[in-house]
């Protein structure tokens, strides 16, 4: 896959059924044996559908956060702004990220110092399915912050942050390791967990768990889901 | 050895490659290698240290540049230990992943499972009972005193103190003592449960936690006669491996070498989860931002965490450790028998011929899981090593769609450029250790 760098390619079986998309019925059981009517039973997977904003104010610092943002870089920089469970989320665009992240680490009324953690999350269902997710915590003001930003497969390319925050630089590795999201600007994007010269990308959905015969000295080790049934 | 059992041997030949020659170091054969090669058109070497070598921590590689002694550059390598656990949660139940997020910082598998645990807890809404949190912070404290004890035995081990490595490790037994007693195992437990914890402390338990808070001060006082003291340990950690706040804050470098820059960063205080506010405890700090602050620093929480349990026993009232909801407390129940931890018989009994519901409460939880309403939370605690995040995110079924551990050793690596370079090859070594890396918890 190094000599495929955006990914587009096939990175598993096309048999695997994904996990975290449309569910049908319970046990697995759709046959004659399901006396319970559940097998007919389809779950539409709620992570398909288009991110809702939560109707502002917000409460607590979340207003003053997306003001700040907005007021630096302007009303549209904010796609979406998710209030759930306490936590903050703003949804912004793939190549502003940097620029947001700068905003954020050097503005007064911002301050967020550290970045605790950039990684990424598949939706299959979605037409942006790579989503990249950074975590910053503020600690002149005990905030914390969840920026998001999403990108599809045939341009998965996101603006790195590691000029602002250099933590990013092995988060951005395994981001692009797992996910095969390609940051721009990155001053060397390899993988870091797996081997160098591994195919596909593991953390995507239709990438399967095991699935991969391994060959060590000549001997070759069926994928564990061959040797146990895991469905 | 001669030069025809040299070519025979694959892993003690030299070649030549398009970087230079490359030699293959294995042991007793340095002398032999260092008279071969001129100091004069060699100038720079190239030293590959690890992922198999007694002072690296771990499987983990650095390459070095070396000019002379010093180093020019610092290049680690991680990932030998990677063991998909991200992706394997996606695949079992919520419960099922305390027991693959525990194998991640094998030295402190209650962190891991705490912080699973709480991301689960805010992703359903619930709060688990008080005596179950006064129970994981206890169990959390032992588990950073172990831990820190392995920080310390290894460091010394590293840097020649070889007595240091002898009593950590005997002072670490009685903390996993301690666990296997309270859950059946000494690591890896998956005792912290969504919803509370697996189960409650035995008086036994409870009895050996205290033996061991009047015990552990002694062992500290003699770790401290051992090392503060020494000549040697001094000059192995003062001014080494240097990193002041603001190196940190850019590398997001957490936890004790944060706080032994200076910077009163605890997430126990800053950001309270558990109840950890009702806690009477200090935030040790140094000004030092080296190897030798960061030794004093990791003394001085062992100490706070001893507070910490002696409080936290205090706090214990009889109550419930696990959440009342039936439909997403796990119903097995362990019990120590004469044969060790295994099934309640009294569970057994319940479910085989008295409840027909708990039978089946029993069997859809276990077979199947709770459901957890979609979203995504991100939850963090202060580990050993520094910031432990969770960002979990669920679709509404019965199994994770995607979990992230924002693990602190994976974060304190990429310091070591910023440690060592510029500074001696031996220095590297006391630099690594002072930041106390997991290599199960980088990879994952």
Known sequence: ?231 | MTATENAADAYAAERDTTEGRVYTVTGGDWDELVASVDPVSEERLIVNLGPQHPSTHGVLRLVCELEGETVRSVRPIVGYLHTGIEKNLEYRNWTQGTTFVTRADYLAPIFNETAYCLAVEKLLGITVPRRADVIRVIMMELNRISSHLVALATTGMELGALSMMIYGFRDREKILDIFEAVCGLRMNMAYVRPGGVAQDLPREGIKMIREFVDYMPQGLDDYEGLLTGNAIWQERTQGVAYLDVSGCLALGVTGPVLRSAGLAWDLRKTMPYCGYEEYDFEVPTHNGADAWARYVVRLDEIRESLKIISQGLDKLEPGPVMVEDKKIAWPAQLALGADGMGNSLNHIRHIMSQSMEALIHHFKLVTEGFRVPAGQVYTAIEAPRGELGIHAVSDGGTRPFRVHMREPSFINLQSIPALAEGGLLADVIAGGASLDPVMGGCDR
Not at chain 1, 143 to 155: D, I, K, N, Q, S
Not at chain 1, 218 to 223: M, V
């Open chain 1, 1 to 231: 896959m190094s000599t495929d760098p955006t990914g587009t390619g096939a990175s598993g079986p096309d048999d695997v059924q994904p996990v975290g998309m449309q569910r049908k019925g319970l046990f697995g059981v759709t046959d004659s044996g399901d006396t319970s009517g559940f097998g007919g039973l389809v779950q539409a997977a709620p992570t398909a559908g288009e991110i809702v904003s939560t109707p502002e104010p917000l409460g607590g610092y979340f207003d003053e956060v997306v003001a700040a943002l907005r007021e630096a870089h302007g009303d549209e920089i904010t796609r979406a702004v998710v209030v759930d469970r306490g936590e903050l989320t703003i949804h912004i665009a793939p190549d502003r990220v940097a620029d947001v992240c700068k905003t954020m680490r050097d503005d007064e009324s911002l301050r967020f110092e550290l970045c605790n953690s950039v990684s990424g999350v598949d939706y299959p269902d979605q037409r942006n399915r790579l989503h990249v997710t950074y975590h910053l915590t503020s600690m002149t003001y005990r905030r914390r912050v969840r920026l998001e930003t999403a990108v599809g497969l045939e341009h998965p390319t996101v603006q790195s942050v590691t000029e602002v925050y250099p933590t990013a630089d092995w988060q951005e590795r395994e981001t692009y390791d797992m996910f095969g999201v390609v940051f721009e600007g990155h001053p060397h994007l390899t993988r870091i967990l797996m081997p160098d010269d591994w195919e596909g990308f593991p953390q995507r959905k239709d990438y399967p768990l095991g699935g991969i015969a391994v060959e060590y000295k000549g001997a070759h080790i069926p994928p564990p889901d061959e040797r146990r049934a895991y469905k």
